[in-house]
């Protein structure tokens, strides 16, 4: 089955770059999206479609997707960025989530 | 706005039968181009798709799940179901329903209902 690999946590400092990564075999051939999940509440997409953000979603959020990687990047990243994040592909008829990625801001 | 709400017991035995409704408002569930989608994250654990259906009735499964899903759909009530058998307290977690935009091999959920805690045990 289909693995989509995350690191378990990235740290970062208020109004720096954060990029967090999900690799999977030629996932650059696929489409990758990513969902932000904060304590007790459902996740949200804040990229679909490798590189495309849904309307209210901070410009700071970006994505891409090339090879085995794709990347969420969060420019100026604020305090209330902290939060879990996954990434998420189809394949096989499959909906593959990555195990997810604690972004610290410290 | 879209809006999905989910129900259902939050208390289920172990061998039994869970069973959740997700009531879908602001929108028609009978809107094509869109999947109604159930995933489930364990408490301090990653998601987990568990299934989707289509309007036309079509749904496909996760694989390690298929065996003990059914998901169906009620379009005259706006809802669409979940049924889990045999469930073990490896089952207990919290659902969500959700809806997900697929076209052209982009598949993602624009939105998600507030998610229900489900526990098994006896």
């Known amino acids: 089955s289909y693995e989509l690999t995350q690191p378990p946590s990235v740290s970062v400092s208020p109004g720096q770059t954060a990029s967090i990564t999900c690799s999977g075999d030629k996932l650059g051939d696929k489409y990758a999206c990513w969902y932000q999940q904060r304590p007790g509440q459902p996740p949200i997409v804040v990229i679909y479609q490798d590189d495309k953000r849904p309307s209210g979603i901070p410009e700071r959020f970006s994505g891409s997707n090339s090879g085995n990687t794709a990347t969420l990047t969060i420019s100026g990243t604020q305090a209330m960025d902290e939060a879990d994040y996954y990434c998420?592909?189809?394949?096989?008829?499959?909906?593959?989530f990555g195990g997810g990625t604690r972004l610290t801001v410290l | 706005q879209v809006h999905l709400q989910e129900s259902g017991p939050g208390l289920v035995k172990p061998s039994q039968t869970l069973s959740l409704t997700c009531t879908v408002s602001?929108?028609?569930?009978?809107?094509?181009?869109?999947?109604w989608s159930w995933i489930r994250q364990p408490a301090g654990k990653g998601l987990e798709w568990i299934g989707h259906?289509?309007?036309?009735?079509?749904?496909q499964y996760n694989p390690s799940l298929k065996s003990r899903v059914t998901i169906s759909v009620d379009t005259s009530k706006n809802q669409f179901s979940l049924k889990l058998n045999s469930v073990t307290a490896a089952d207990t977690a919290v659902y969500y329903c959700?809806?997900?935009?697929?076209?052209?091999?982009?598949?993602?959920?624009?939105?998600w209902g507030q998610g229900t805690l489900v526990s098994v045990s006896s």
């Open positions: 259906i289509y309007t036309s009735g079509t749904t």
């Open positions: 602001g929108g028609s569930i009978s809107g094509s181009g869109y999947y």
């Open positions: 998420q592909a189809w394949d096989s008829s499959t909906v593959v």
């Open positions: 959700a809806r997900a935009a697929f076209h052209s091999g982009s598949y993602f959920c624009d939105y």
